[in-house]
């Protein structure tokens, strides 16, 4: 149990040793002086807000102030190994308000072992669970650098769910990772809080996770995120490919830029042409181009998925078209796309051009403005077109045939 008395005292006798007054102390923590008064009587504690912040200050770690000692120089500890448990457990009481939710299926919540998430499916004959996961890459590091902290956990969300999205499944629960040198209060509540939103839009619930401190293996200021999903689907409404037939139209559905693939190479091309950055494309600045959120696609497909008319579905990530659309096309048959018909965004005309790339590197690295592709029968691609162009850009690109090279490409990109 906390002791006020002592816990005051130590603040005081800190202060004093580092001859600051009330008033000097409290205009570095940006608080009133009466504030730190109460703390020194022992009316009132520290709150959780401002402990890391006192004890920056102070030079003395949380721990420390919530024992109201020092502890022995002599010793080893976990504080002093770069992790300060006292301070990452208010960190855990941040997270836990983010992990609210009104799914009845999340039978329990933080602060357990793990998540209990209850998989009774009356409606479903065979439930199949669909599990996958995913990491924003290298996009991370430009979002951390460039203040997009709560825009990368969209970013990793939405690429999670239309993994799962193009199988035909409902997401379900996602488990969230973040690995950091150090743990600054703010970031984490703004990733926790990101990532839980990302879900609850994707209609899914963040129901737990992991928040790894790693200040020997991890530089300060650096976080690496991955999250892991599981999904539902009906055993006979998997969308794997295996309906594609020969005739079959290939539909694209518009991206909104370059996701979360190709990243790379973009920041090569901004260490080499630094002064792109503040460039305008389509009103944007090109960092802000770089920065729109991955498209989620799960809401303009799950009105599809009761018809029984997607025959094949992939998401255009790394490897472009042809490294994607190939998972879902079946063996004898080919996907023969038009490129001449793929809506280019401008955003890939201007690293084409400012970067000198082929268009087969552009073609293999981006998704050049195609950030999923749906096959479907002749007989079903209207309906199919004018149900997702309520909500993105929908529009054929090709047809299957019978063939041995599961992509053919025909004609070229207008990139003009």
Same mark, same amino acid.
């Given at each position: 149990?906390?002791?006020?008395?002592?816990?005051?005292?130590?603040?005081?006798?800190?202060?004093?040793?580092?001859?600051?007054?009330?008033?000097?102390?409290?205009?570095?923590?940006?608080?009133?002086?009466?504030?730190?008064?109460?703390?020194?009587?022992?009316?009132?504690?520290?709150?959780?807000?401002?402990?890391?912040?006192?004890?920056?200050?102070?030079?003395?770690?949380?721990?420390?102030?919530?024992?109201?000692?020092?502890?022995?120089?002599?010793?080893?500890?976990?504080?002093?190994?770069?992790?300060?448990?006292?301070?990452?457990?208010?960190?855990?009481?941040?997270?836990?308000?983010?992990?609210?939710?009104?799914?009845?299926?999340?039978?329990?919540?933080?602060?357990?072992?793990?998540?209990?998430?209850?998989?009774?499916?009356?409606?479903?004959?065979?439930?199949?669970?669909?599990?996958?996961?995913?990491?924003?890459?290298?996009?991370?590091?430009?979002?951390?650098?460039?203040?997009?902290?709560?825009?990368?956990?969209?970013?990793?969300?939405?690429?999670?769910?239309?993994?799962?999205?193009?199988?035909?499944?409902?997401?379900?629960?996602?488990?969230?990772?973040?690995?950091?040198?150090?743990?600054?209060?703010?970031?984490?509540?703004?990733?926790?809080?990101?990532?839980?939103?990302?879900?609850?839009?994707?209609?899914?619930?963040?129901?737990?996770?992991?928040?790894?401190?790693?200040?020997?293996?991890?530089?300060?200021?650096?976080?690496?995120?991955?999250?892991?999903?599981?999904?539902?689907?009906?055993? $006979?409404?998997? %969308? !794997?490919? *295996?309906? @594609?037939?020969?005739?079959?139209?290939?539909?694209?559905?518009?991206? =909104? +830029?370059?996701?979360?693939?190709?990243?790379?190479?973009?920041?090569?091309?901004?260490?080499?042409?630094?002064?792109?950055?503040?460039?305008?494309?389509?009103?944007?600045?090109?960092?802000?181009?770089?920065?729109?959120?991955?498209?989620?696609?799960?809401?303009?497909?799950?009105?599809?998925?009761?018809?029984?008319?997607?025959?094949?579905?992939?998401?255009?990530?790394?490897?472009?078209?042809?490294?994607?659309?190939?998972?879902?096309?079946?063996?004898?048959? $080919?996907?023969? %796309? !038009?490129? *001449?018909? @793929?809506?280019?965004?401008?955003?890939?005309?201007?690293?084409?051009? =400012? +970067?000198?790339?082929?268009?087969?590197?552009?073609?293999?690295?981006?998704?050049?403005?195609?950030?999923?592709?749906?096959?479907?029968?002749?007989?079903?691609?209207?309906?199919?077109?004018?149900?997702?162009?309520?909500?993105?850009?929908?529009?054929?690109?090709?047809?299957?045939?019978?063939?041995?090279?599961?992509?053919?490409?025909?004609?070229?990109?207008?990139?003009?």
């Amino acid at each position: 149990m906390l002791d006020s008395i002592k816990i005051g005292k130590f603040i005081m006798d800190k202060r004093k040793s580092l001859h600051l007054t009330q008033q000097q102390l409290a205009d570095k923590l940006n608080v009133s002086f009466q504030a730190i008064s109460k703390w020194e009587n022992g009316t009132t504690y520290p709150n959780i807000e401002i402990l890391k912040d006192l004890a920056i200050v102070l030079d003395v770690s949380v721990d420390e102030i919530l024992a109201g000692k020092e502890k022995n120089t002599e010793d080893l500890s976990y504080s002093k190994a770069g992790v300060d448990i006292a301070y990452t457990d208010t960190i855990k009481r941040e997270m836990a308000k983010h992990l609210e939710t009104d799914d009845r299926r999340v039978l329990n919540r933080m602060g357990a072992f793990a998540s209990l998430y209850d998989i009774s499916f009356p409606a479903l004959k065979n439930p199949v669970l669909v599990l996958k996961s995913e990491e924003p890459g290298s996009k991370q590091k430009l979002a951390m650098e460039y203040g997009y902290t709560e825009s990368i956990c969209h970013d990793m969300i939405n690429h999670l769910v239309n993994d799962i999205a193009v199988m035909g499944a409902k997401p379900l629960a996602v488990l969230d990772t973040i690995v950091c040198g150090n743990a600054e209060k703010d970031t984490i509540k703004t990733l926790v809080k990101g990532i839980s939103e990302a879900c609850k839009e994707n209609e899914c619930s963040l129901v737990g996770g992991e928040t790894s401190i790693q200040p020997l293996v991890v530089d300060s200021g650096v976080y690496v995120l991955t999250s892991s999903i599981a999904g539902i689907v009906e055993k $006979s409404e998997i %969308i !794997d490919g *295996s309906a @594609i037939r020969e005739g079959d139209c290939i539909l694209a559905v518009a991206s =909104n +830029g370059l996701h979360t693939n190709g990243y790379s190479l973009v920041r090569l091309l901004m260490d080499k042409m630094p002064q792109i950055k503040l460039d305008k494309i389509d009103g944007l600045t090109f960092i802000e181009q770089m920065m729109k959120p991955h498209t989620p696609y799960y809401k303009a497909l799950k009105g599809l998925f009761s018809k029984n008319i997607i025959h094949g579905m992939a998401h255009i990530t790394g490897g472009g078209i042809e490294g994607n659309l190939c998972r879902v096309i079946p063996e004898n048959l $080919s996907a023969r %796309i !038009d490129l *001449s018909k @793929i809506k280019v965004l401008n955003i890939f005309k201007y690293i084409r051009q =400012n +970067g000198n790339i082929s268009d087969e590197e552009m073609l293999r690295t981006f998704n050049c403005g195609v950030g999923l592709i749906m096959v479907v029968s002749e007989r079903d691609k209207e309906v199919v077109m004018k149900h997702i162009n309520t909500f993105y850009p929908c529009y054929e690109i090709g047809m299957i045939e019978k063939g041995e090279n599961k992509i053919v490409f025909d004609k070229k990109i207008d990139w003009l």
